[in-house]
């Protein structure tokens, strides 16, 4: 069974810092990684997906990577803001197809 | 463009009440189409998920059902809500790759007196 977990749980930052949040899952045989942003009683936006057959993804100032073998995937923010303040979920897609989601890291970005 | 859209944004009923939440996508068809929930300290949890009208799979067992009366409407029901229900209730729609994202609605928050 896919378990998904996220270090740290919670992450607080001045801001203008780089920072790197962490994801790792059990079952390398998968299709895709995911990682999304959620703010306060809202739904989820997609920052970045990569697929099984690539390494990293960028968007921005959001760097995300992938090592299919190890079961790991980082999310890298570069030069954070407070807007950046959120929770960011890490998911991966199965082969049902559906999305098995970490608890999180709630990241808060200090002016 | 695609949207998607979940009502009600909030909803407080008592315990034993049903429960009746929809969500609709437009700008698409034949979407992949999926609940699920996210409570208080656990990460979500996929509740159903439907590749077509009439078709559903259940991921979890519970005292929740869910419908797809329509190619691009699926709801989420309960004849007698349990305390346990309580939480945030996402749906996400995607195409028919395996490749492809999810994207998600704004939410129904749910809570059981």
């Known amino acids: 069974k896919q378990e998904v977990t996220q270090i740290p749980a919670a992450l607080s930052v001045p801001e203008g810092e780089n920072l790197v949040l962490n994801c790792s899952f059990t079952?390398?045989?998968?299709?895709?990684l995911q990682w999304f942003r959620q703010d306060p009683g809202k739904g989820l936006t997609s920052l970045l997906l990569?697929?099984?057959?690539?390494r990293e993804q960028t968007s921005g100032r959001l760097n995300a990577s992938l090592d299919k073998s190890s079961g790991r995937s980082t999310l890298y923010i570069a030069a954070s803001q407070p807007g950046d303040s959120a929770t960011y979920l890490c998911?991966?897609?199965?082969?049902?197809?559906?999305?098995?989601f970490g608890k999180g890291t709630k990241l808060s970005v200090k002016p | 463009s695609q949207t998607i859209h979940q009502w009600p944004a909030t909803l407080v009923q008592p315990v034993g009440s049903p429960l009746s939440l929809e969500c609709t996508v437009e700008?698409?068809?034949?979407?992949?189409l999926y609940w699920y929930r996210q409570a208080a300290g656990r990460g979500l949890q996929l509740l159903f998920y439907?590749?077509?009208?009439?078709?559903i799979s259940s991921e979890v067992p519970q005292n929740l059902s869910a419908s797809r009366p329509q190619d691009r409407q699926f709801i989420l029901s309960s004849k007698k809500l349990l305390l346990s229900d309580s939480g945030f209730y996402l749906c996400?729609?995607?195409?028919?790759?395996?490749?492809?994202?999810?994207?998600f609605g704004p939410g129904t928050r749910l809570l059981v007196l």
């Open positions: 990569i697929q099984s057959s690539q």
């Open positions: 079952d390398s045989a998968i299709y895709n």
């Open positions: 439907s590749v077509g009208i009439g078709q």
């Open positions: 998911a991966v897609r199965g082969s049902q197809g559906n999305l098995i």
């Open positions: 996400a729609w995607s195409g028919d790759s395996r490749q492809e994202t999810q994207y």
């Open positions: 700008g698409t068809s034949n979407p992949n």
